[in-house]
C-alpha cells in the first residue's frame, strides 16, 4: 500500500506550522548561513542528538515543550546564529549591488571557458606527470570511459582525477563502480599536492 501524505499535512499534524517566507528569501538565508556557519553543533548544538535526548526525558512530546528544553539548554543559540547569518546577509546586500550584467558575463565566460580548461588540462598534466614518475605511457579517457569517471589511465590503470573539494561519497560511488584509483590535487600558488586513493 502507498499512502501520500502532503507536507502541510504533517506539519499540521505536528502542530508546528512554518512561517511564510518571501520569494527567495529563504534560499538567500540559507545560502548567508553556510557562508557564516551560523547553525553549525557548536553554535546551536547537535540536534540530531538532542532531539532524541528531548524524546526521551519528557512525557509531552509539543514543540513547546521542545522549544522550552532547547532553550534551557541553550539560552543565546538563537540569538548566537541570527547574529553570524545576519551579518553575512549584510555582506551580501554589499555585494550584490556591484554586480551587474557585465560582471555575470564574466563570471560565466570564467566557468565555462577558464576553469573548464583549467580543469581538462589539469587532469592531462596530472597524468602526464604520472607516466613520467612511473615510467609507463598514458592516454586519456575516450568519451564512454568518462562516462564511467575515468579521466584517464597510465599504462593499464584507469584514474579519476579530481579537486581535493570533490565529495568522497561521489568518489567512492565511482571507485565501486569500476577499478578505477583515485587521485585527488590541491592547487596552492606555487605547486600542487597529489594525493593517490
Known amino acids: 500500500m502507498i499512502i501520500n501524505i502532503k507536507n502541510e499535512e504533517l506539519l499540521a499534524l505536528n502542530g508546528a506550522d512554518s512561517p511564510e517566507f518571501p520569494k527567495y528569501t529563504s534560499q538567500l538565508i540559507n545560502w548567508a548561513n553556510q557562508n557564516a556557519q551560523g547553525t553549525r553543533p557548536k553554535v546551536v548544538g547537535k540536534l540530531s542528538d538532542l532531539f532524541p535526548e528531548f524524546e526521551n526525558g519528557t512525557d509531552e512530546v509539543t514543540i513547546e515543550k521542545w522549544?522550552?528544553?532547547?532553550?534551557?539548554?541553550?539560552?543565546?543559540?538563537?540569538?548566537?546564529a541570527t547574529d553570524k547569518i545576519w551579518k553575512q546577509i549584510e555582506?551580501?546586500?554589499?555585494?550584490i549591488v556591484l554586480i551587474d550584467k557585465d560582471m555575470v558575463k564574466n563570471w560565466v565566460e570564467d566557468l565555462v571557458i577558464t576553469k573548464t580548461y583549467n580543469g581538462l588540462y589539469f587532469q592531462q598534466a596530472i597524468l602526464e606527470r604520472l607516466s613520467t614518475i612511473l615510467g609507463l605511457p598514458?592516454?586519456?579517457?575516450?568519451?564512454?570511459e568518462e562516462s564511467?569517471?575515468?579521466?584517464?589511465?597510465?599504462?593499464?590503470?584507469?584514474?579519476?582525477?579530481?579537486?581535493d573539494t570533490f565529495k568522497?561519497?561521489?568518489?567512492r560511488s565511482i571507485s565501486d563502480d569500476i577499478n578505477v584509483k583515485m587521485i585527488y590535487y590541491t592547487k596552492k600558488k606555487t605547486e600542487s599536492i597529489l594525493k593517490f586513493v
Open 138 to 144: 598514458y592516454r586519456l579517457a575516450t568519451a564512454e
Open 67 to 80: 522549544e522550552e528544553w532547547y532553550l534551557s539548554k541553550y539560552p543565546n543559540a538563537v540569538n548566537d
Open 148 to 163: 564511467k569517471g575515468i579521466d584517464g589511465f597510465v599504462g593499464d590503470t584507469a584514474y579519476s582525477v579530481k579537486p
Open 91 to 95: 555582506n551580501l546586500k554589499n555585494a
Open 168 to 171: 568522497s561519497t561521489n568518489a
